[in-house]
């Protein structure tokens, strides 16, 4: 694999945690905490070995850069040997008047031109790859920085799992209770009461005609008994008086039982 395609490759998928690898058997395995660890574990093998990757196509980008900076010394390096030369044909044609000597500077200027026009395309080559460098080494340091935290998140995970799962469960149990308790239990118990109550207020009401009854009938039996003992009372009266005499009769009789006497 290029040194470029693995970086392309980093850039297009460290964006998550196993990218377009979620299927419907994945979403499945996220809701237990064996399923989180292993994907995690599997996050995390895959990110080491992408790291790897681009750590060692970043190194070998670095090498290529470093083999651009020695050329460029040994570019300076020989300019400035041409210089130098182009300088001793300027003091020979000084000292001689020799054409030879110009002819020399002129090959020796041309040669400079030519040097000048290397180290010019090879610097800015330096420039582009000394950035790319350091624009990789900022996204390992990412690419360390998230691998390392996997242990976090897998923990924070794995910890929310639980607890929501354990959250929900504790809901739904809840919401059972409630549901049996309230609306059949208590449901009962109130309708009981209910009953209960209309029963006693029927049995209060049908009791209170028959105690009236009974009292009215005591009333009668007595008011009944009273009239009978006056009814024989005044019969005997009228017959205890009729048998009696009467007061002139009585006057009468003691009257003559006196006269006699005398």
């Known amino acids: 694999m290029g040194m470029f395609g693995s970086i392309y490759r980093y850039i297009v998928t460290l964006g998550g945690l ?23 574990s599997k996050t995390r093998e895959k990110w080491t070995k992408q790291y790897s990757e681009v750590r060692e196509a970043v190194a070998q980008l670095m090498m290529v850069l470093e083999q651009k900076r020695n050329s460029s010394e040994e570019l300076a ?7 130098t030369k182009m300088q001793g044909a300027v003091l020979k044609y000084q ?11 002129n090959a020796l200027y041309a040669q400079d031109q030519g040097l000048d026009a290397q180290m010019d395309a090879l610097q800015e080559e330096i420039e582009g790859m ?4 350091g624009n990789y080494r900022s996204k390992l340091q990412e690419m360390d920085s998230r691998i390392k935290d996997l242990g976090n998140r897998e923990a924070a995970a794995i910890a929310d799992i639980v607890s929501s799962q354990q959250i929900i469960s504790l809901n739904d149990r809840l919401n059972a209770l409630s549901s049996n308790l309230d609306d059949r239990n208590l449901q009962a118990i109130e309708t009981r009461r209910a009953t209960l109550l209309a029963q006693a207020k029927l049995s209060g009401e049908l009791a209170a005609p028959a105690v009236e009854e009974q009292g009215l009938d005591e009333e009668l039996l007595q008011a009944g008994a009273q009239t009978e003992a006056n009814d024989v009372f005044a019969a005997m009266l009228a017959e205890a008086q009729a048998k009696a005499p009467s007061a002139a009769e009585q006057s009468e009789a003691e009257s003559g039982a006196a006269a006699r006497n005398l």
Not at 77 to 83: L, R
Not at 97 to 104: G, H, I, L, S
């Open 18 to 40: 196993i990218g377009g690898d979620v299927d419907g058997a994945t979403d499945k395995m996220l809701t237990t905490p064996g399923g989180v660890r292993t994907t995690f």
């Open 77 to 83: 390096t020989k300019q400035q040997e041409v210089k």
């Open 95 to 105: 000292q001689t008047n020799e054409p030879k000597y110009q002819e020399a500077f």
């Open 130 to 133: 000394r950035g790319k460098v």
